[in-house]
């Protein structure tokens, strides 16, 4: 089960923090990516990280805005989101993959959390 926090309304400029706890999974050789999905648009990938040796990925539209991290001991995956424009309003979606390659198609993930809406008024 994955279950995220965090998210709400912003400005642009701002920031918020998302989380995302894994319960009944393991948390070991996996990947966890998030992603977003806007009204009338496709889910799309936005970061993901390797659990073994934290190696990330970021999409292109939030690379150096998006921090992707994890912390083992708590099963827990957070997206620090800086610099937030009005073009990231989506709902947010946590995902796990088991296996160590980080991958971006969204058909890849296995397990899905419930998402989380965030939205960015300009």
């Known amino acids: 089960q994955l279950v995220e926090s965090g998210g709400g309304l912003a400005q642009a400029g701002d920031s918020l923090s998302l989380s995302c706890v894994v319960s009944g999974l393991t948390f070991g050789s996996i990947v966890m990516g998030w992603f977003r999905q806007a009204p009338g648009k496709e889910r799309e990938f936005v970061a993901a990280?390797?659990?073994?040796?934290?190696?990330?990925e970021y999409s292109d539209s939030v690379k150096g805005r998006f921090r992707i991290s994890r912390d083992r001991a708590k099963s827990t995956v957070y997206l620090q989101m800086n610099s937030l424009k009005p073009e990231d309003t989506a709902v947010y979606f946590c995902?796990?993959?088991?296996?160590?390659?980080?991958?971006?198609?969204?058909?890849?993930?296995?397990?899905w959390g419930q998402g989380t809406q965030v939205t960015v008024s300009s």
């Open positions: 995902a796990y993959k088991r296996g160590n390659f980080i991958t971006e198609p969204a058909l890849d993930y296995e397990y």
């Open positions: 990280i390797r659990q073994r040796d934290g190696t990330t």
